[in-house]
């Protein structure tokens, strides 16, 4: 799988996960379509999850823009993210926030990018979606 032209805003999560690089969005067969989107194809933590379910509720875009922020539950994902796939939600929330989301947008796609083939490297497991190239020990920018 390749990216669009432009990432659709909606593929950013609240907590600013770029949907596009997860797993099961790059599922050949019925793809997630994000986290801003319906509930189709989406993992059963992801149809559940707090973060999700409360952004929506307070009618933010993205959780920085939270009075609680960094709350509780997003402290605790993004030391799962750290530990596991080395990707750090509240980095990508500053970024987001100090660049604006058409920005933020073409930093994702560039640092997401396989630079061999130009597939879409996969956060969790840091292999591009289309030449199966192992990205694990490259150091993300």
Known sequence: MRFEKEIPENMISYCGINCNVCYVFLKKK?????CRNNDDGKPEHCRKCKIKDCAFIKGFEY???CEEYPCAVLKRLNKSYLTRYKENIKENMI???ET???DFLKIEKERWKCPECKGIISVHSKICSECDKDYKTWEEN
Do not use: A, D, R, T
């Open 95 to 97: 970024k987001l926030k």
């Open 100 to 102: 604006g989301i058409k």
């Open 63 to 65: 959780c920085y823009k």
């Open 30 to 34: 019925k793809p997630c379509l994000g």
